[in-house]
Nanobody, 115 residues
Framework: QVQLVESGGGLVQAGGSLRLSCEASGTILSANLMGWYRQAPGKQRELVATISRGDITDYTYSVKGRFTISRDSAKKTVYLQMNSLKPEDTAVYYC?????????WGQGTQVTVSS
């Protein structure tokens, strides 16, 4: 069992930045994939960014060039640096980890971008 705890959400004006953190209760070195998802009101949860065990990253088109996913294995933490935020980025952001023995979600952190 792995617990994931997100933090760093909040209210920011359009054009601003936030950095989300996802701290795992166990090692993330063995995770096959770590990812950030988001869910806006009335919409389905969507994948935002992923980082593989080999540090290969991938992003959904709408955030490319603005968001950066990274990880610090020593701190057991995955980050999502979000720059040039837009009102359409408003959502609850969730961290998800994929291990050989299972997949785990965090509880989510709210990001609100005002225009």
């Amino acid at each position: 069992q792995v617990q994931l705890v997100e933090s760093g959400g909040g209210l920011v004006q359009a054009g601003g930045s936030l950095r989300l953190s996802c701290e795992a209760s166990g090692t993330i070195l063995s995770a096959n994939l770590m990812g950030w998802y988001r869910q806006a009101p009335g919409k389905q949860r969507e994948l935002v960014a992923t980082i593989s065990r080999g540090d290969i990253t991938d992003y959904t088109y709408s955030v490319k060039g603005r968001f950066t996913i990274s990880r610090d294995s020593a701190k057991k933490t995955v980050y999502l640096q979000m720059n040039s935020l837009k009102p359409e980025d408003t959502a609850v952001y969730y961290c998800k980890g994929h291990w050989a023995w299972g997949e785990y979600w965090g509880q989510g952190t709210q990001v609100t971008v005002s225009s």
